[in-house]
């Protein structure tokens, strides 16, 4: 893989992530004096490796079936949605 596509997928990814519930989620874990911090970030880290998991092998299935272009534009409504969806439950 070269390095530029790795680089440009760490970078998304990692600023999606950023300060979403997962992370939030893993903040009030590690906050806990009865929790191990390692434990916190094994386990955590377990998770994202197999959520990333499924939505590769998803997303490498759907591709098979569905353009690109549209798979895109689902995500895009998708993400709308679920904005205008946080902003009517506030």
């Known amino acids: 893989m070269p390095v530029k596509i790795f680089f440009t997928i760490f970078t998304t ?3 999606a992530e950023l300060g979403d519930k997962t992370q939030l989620a893993t ?7 009865e929790n191990s911090r390692w434990m916190v970030f094994l386990a955590a880290a377990a998770a994202l490796v197999a959520s990333t998991a499924i ?13 690109h272009k549209y798979l895109s534009w689902l995500a ?3 993400f ?9 439950k506030a």
Do not use: Q
């Open 13 to 15: 990814v990692l600023l």
């Open 27 to 33: 903040l009030l874990f590690a906050a806990n004096k």
């Open 55 to 67: 939505a590769v092998l998803l997303g490498s299935t759907l591709e098979k079936y569905i353009a």
């Open 76 to 78: 895009g409504i998708g």
């Open 80 to 88: 709308v949605l679920i904005g205008l969806w946080c902003i009517v």
